[in-house]
């Protein structure tokens, strides 16, 4: 841990600044909540672009899939919020395992073919209403419980379970990179056969990847589901459930570590705050278009401007 | 039942026209510049909204193809300068890079027109027109023999003329080409101008027999690769015959089952094919991994 004062800054600011600051504006905080949800999807979406070298355009699938088990899980069968939540997880590597054999495929094949599954689990969802509620979605979904006294149902309380998962997982993810597997994912993205040749293999590691992705959007499509307590296929399934992570990602660098979270805040924030105010519809229109510059003029993200000069904790 | 089985395979067949000139744009894109174009669906919408913008001022939706074919070709030109800007992880970048060109198209065509469904009102194209026991709109009829003819253009172009064979020549071996004085470049322009013309050809069929809406776009796309999966990479009939394929499916799965499934029947043929003739049913090419 080589810097340790902007991960302690980072940890005052997000547990004791902003909820101290801000803790009573329910509108910014459920901004906020809002934004750190995408931020999670983004991380586990630029988890699988930086180590497992794919592009997935059906993250989508992921995040819908975690928020249905988990409502499901609890307005049917009556398990409690926070252990649905890393099944909800699991329900998501489920659906990643019946996407493995798409593993085979490479490059564009492989971003359209986990957008064909995104549209079919979309579709499931709709019309299998025996179990999923068809187009009427899930009403009623429980919040957040209380835990000894502090209650976690209001914004704060989401807050900070979606702060602390963020921070998790994007522990996790640094754990991965620094381990052996991670240095056999680099060298991966290099050359593939060659990786292969010196004894990786490659699928497996792939596959692993594919996974731990799917989990971490999964937990946040559940955390989401017990924030609004409403779901519905068109609105679970959604497509911005990936347009808005791979902007925030591309937007702060997704070969970084919290650079998609930062960018999520970001674009998100400016979305509902500035975009929608003056473009009520059509305000994705602005994200295309940043997608689009950052891709020309910056690929490798706002954040890398700032890592240059030195101690950017977001790239260690 | 045989009869309604009889239909649904020749409205399949029908449909399945519009869908190759779909498949064949997406495939001459990838053949050349190795892109595969996320936006290449909502070119085809934008295609398809203005023949409605045409219809809505009282003129027939044929009237929109002129107009469709400057918008959609000047649409994809601009996409090639774009996405030939890229220098660093080409095949990554240009993936996000033509995905966020779609949210830009459809949120553009969501602002213009609002995000209501629309179809043809001209009673003309929607007349039925019955051969024996089937039935079709003439619409429906009057696209799929102008896409043949395209098909049939398309493969003059490809065999016969210098650009045309250039395109197949960048195609199979870029390095090759440059040698020869082509201009890989300048290929990969042209290429992306053929696929505008033959987007903007689909989407206007689409509209004189179908329904639009601003999130199409992408189901587009999808079909459209979904259809270079079945065919392999190459060909023209091929491809014509994948896009039959799929036409057939959907239109089988909604009458033996419902409409609601009719995607889910595309997305079962791809995965079967996916699986059990990873190189598609008609090509050779190495894909896998």
């Known amino acids: 841990m080589k810097h340790k004062a902007p991960l302690l800054l980072l940890l005052a600011v997000g547990y004791g600044a902003v909820p101290l600051l801000l803790g009573a504006n329910n509108y910014v905080m459920s901004m906020i909540v809002a934004a750190l949800v995408i931020g999670g999807v983004a991380l586990s979406w630029a988890l699988l672009g930086n180590l497992g070298g794919m592009v997935s355009f059906g993250h989508s699938a992921f995040f ?64 299998w209403s025996s179990v999923t509620g068809g187009a009427g979605g899930v009403a009623g979904i ?36 620094a381990s052996y597997y991670g240095i056999a994912l680099r060298a991966m993205h290099d050359s ?125 | 039942m045989t009869e309604l089985i009889l239909q649904a395979l020749y409205s399949g067949l029908l449909q399945g026209g519009s869908y190759a000139l779909i498949a064949l744009g997406l495939a001459l894109v990838f053949g050349t510049m190795k892109v595969i174009n996320l936006a290449h669906g909502e070119l085809v919408l934008l295609a398809a909204y203005i023949a409605y913008q ?25 996409v090639y300068f774009i996405v030939s800007r890229i220098k660093q992880d080409r095949e990554i970048n240009s993936l996000i890079l033509t995905y966020g060109i779609g949210v830009i198209l459809t949120n553009l065509i969501l602002l213009v027109w609002h995000a209501d469904v629309r179809s043809t009102s001209s009673t003309w194209l929607q007349e039925a027109f019955v051969v024996g026991p089937l039935y079709s709109m003439r619409s429906e009829l009057i696209f799929f023999v102008v896409s043949i003819v395209l098909m049939a253009g398309l493969w003059w172009w490809l065999s016969k003329s210098w650009y045309g064979r250039a395109v197949r020549a960048v195609s199979s071996n870029r390095d090759a080409a440059k040698l020869m004085g082509i201009d890989p470049g300048k ?103």
């Open chain 1, 64 to 127: 819908g899939i975690g928020a249905y088990v988990s409502a499901l899980l609890t307005v049917k069968l009556h398990v409690p919020v926070l252990a649905a939540l890393p099944l909800a997880g699991l329900g998501a590597v489920a659906a990643s395992v019946v996407m493995l054999p798409v593993l085979r495929l490479r490059g564009p094949y492989f971003a359209l073919a986990i957008l064909a599954y995104a549209h079919i689990f979309r579709i499931l969802a709709t019309e």
């Open chain 1, 142 to 177: 429980p919040s957040f419980p209380t835990v000894s006294g502090f209650d976690f149902g209001n914004k704060l309380g989401a807050y900070l379970i979606a702060l602390t998962l963020v921070l998790l997982f994007a522990w996790v993810y640094a754990r991965i990179r």
């Open chain 1, 192 to 316: 593939e056969d060659a990786t292969r040749v010196v004894g990786v293999d490659s699928t497996l590691l792939k596959a692993a990847m594919l996974m731990v992705s799917a989990f971490i959007a999964g937990v946040f499509g559940a955390v989401n589901a017990h924030y609004i307590n409403f779901l519905e296929p068109d609105y679970a399934f959604n497509a911005s459930w990936v347009t808005l992570p791979i902007v925030a990602a591309i937007f702060g660098g997704y070969r970084t570590i919290l650079g998609p979270v930062a960018g999520a805040l970001v674009v998100y924030l400016a979305d509902q705050l500035i975009f929608k105010t003056y473009m009520p519809t059509g305000h994705q229109l602005v994200l295309g278009v940043l997608l689009v510059l950052m891709i020309v003029l910056r690929p490798a993200g706002l954040l890398s401007l700032f890592a240059k000069k030195g101690g950017a904790h977001a790239g260690a």
């Open chain 2, 54 to 78: 045409v219809e809505s001022k009282g003129f027939g939706p044929m009237f929109a193809i002129p107009i469709a074919l400057v918008v959609v070709c000047l649409a994809a030109v601009s």
């Open chain 2, 187 to 289: 290929t990969e322009l042209v290429s992306f101008i053929v696929a505008g013309v033959l987007a903007a050809f689909a989407g206007v069929a689409l509209f004189s027999y179908g329904v639009i809406q601003p999130a199409y776009g992408g189901a587009l796309t999808v079909k459209a690769f979904i259809i270079t999966v079945l065919a392999g990479v190459g060909s023209i009939p091929g491809v014509l015959l994948g896009a039959v394929l799929l036409g057939v499916a959907e239109a089988l799965t909604v009458t033996l089952a419902s409409s609601a499934l009719q995607e889910l029947a595309g997305m079962g043929l791809f995965l079967l094919v996916l699986f059990v003739m990873p190189n598609g049913l008609f090509g050779a090419a190495r894909r896998r991994g």
